[in-house]
């Protein structure tokens, strides 16, 4: 059983630019969710995928955005970079929208400059 | 709108003595509670969670967690703790709603002393 994968490990923009974060779920999962971690803070929650569509969103703005695919692998987007953007991005893969846990991947280091 | 709060941003504790953090939380109806361990520069690594039946829970690495509805606190425990436990911990919730989300709390750093 794999479990989640995340890529790349780091990465460093420039504020204005537009980044693409990729996760691998677990196998079996159809469920993924993004967080946010910044410097010193617990992780915060961006927005969930079931099934290939978006159920959930915390309070991020438009420019954040995602999909997922249909063998539930996902994507997140961010477009017009800020400093503030500057976090570790973790995704989570579950089953059924989260029944049961979560598994973490090791997260996206985006660092903006 | 559900939040956890963890008290204390740091504890401290000699390699052998018992250990706990403390976690509350509020959420609508029953809750799905977790511990999650991070050490640095890490992604999240899971410990053990609360859905049903018996309030004590027990979980990887020695590590134990009390669900006590009545204080809404689902803290985390171990007997004997190592040096290799300093890291930092998240405890999270969810209801049971299957469109219900994962909310952290700001984490306890643990730092365990030889």
């Known amino acids: 059983e794999t479990g989640v994968t995340q890529s790349p490990t780091h990465l460093i923009k420039t504020r204005g630019q537009q980044v693409t974060l990729r996760c691998s779920s677990q196998?079996?999962?159809?469920?993924v969710s993004w967080y946010q971690q910044a410097l010193g803070q617990g992780p915060q929650f961006i927005f969930q995928y079931y099934r290939e569509e978006e159920n959930g969103r915390g309070n991020f703005p438009p420019r954040f955005s995602g999909l997922q695919f249909p063998n539930y692998s996902s994507e997140l987007n961010v477009n017009a970079l800020e400093l503030d953007d500057s976090a570790l991005y973790l995704c989570?893969?579950?089953?059924?929208?989260?029944?049961?846990?979560?598994?973490f991947g090791s997260g996206t280091r985006l660092t903006v400059v | 709108a559900q939040s956890v709060a963890q008290p204390e941003d740091q504890v401290n504790v000699a390699e052998g003595n018992p250990l706990t953090v403390k976690c509350t939380y509020s959420?609508?109806?029953?809750?799905?509670l977790f511990w999650y361990v991070q050490y640095p520069n890490r992604g999240l690594q899971f410990l053990l969670k609360y859905i049903t039946g018996d309030n004590l829970v027990k979980g990887s690495y020695g590590f134990e967690a009390e669900f006590n509805k009545s204080q809404t606190s689902f803290h985390l425990k171990k007997p004997s703790a190592l040096v290799s436990d300093s890291a930092l911990y998240f405890c999270?919730?969810?209801?049971?709603?299957?469109?219900?989300?994962?909310?952290f709390g700001k984490g306890t750093m643990l730092l365990v002393s030889p």
């Open positions: 959420v609508s109806g029953n809750p799905y």
């Open positions: 999270a919730v969810r209801g049971l709603s299957g469109y219900s989300t994962l909310t």
């Open positions: 196998s079996g999962h159809n469920t």
């Open positions: 989570a893969s579950s089953l059924e929208q989260g029944v049961g846990g979560y598994t």
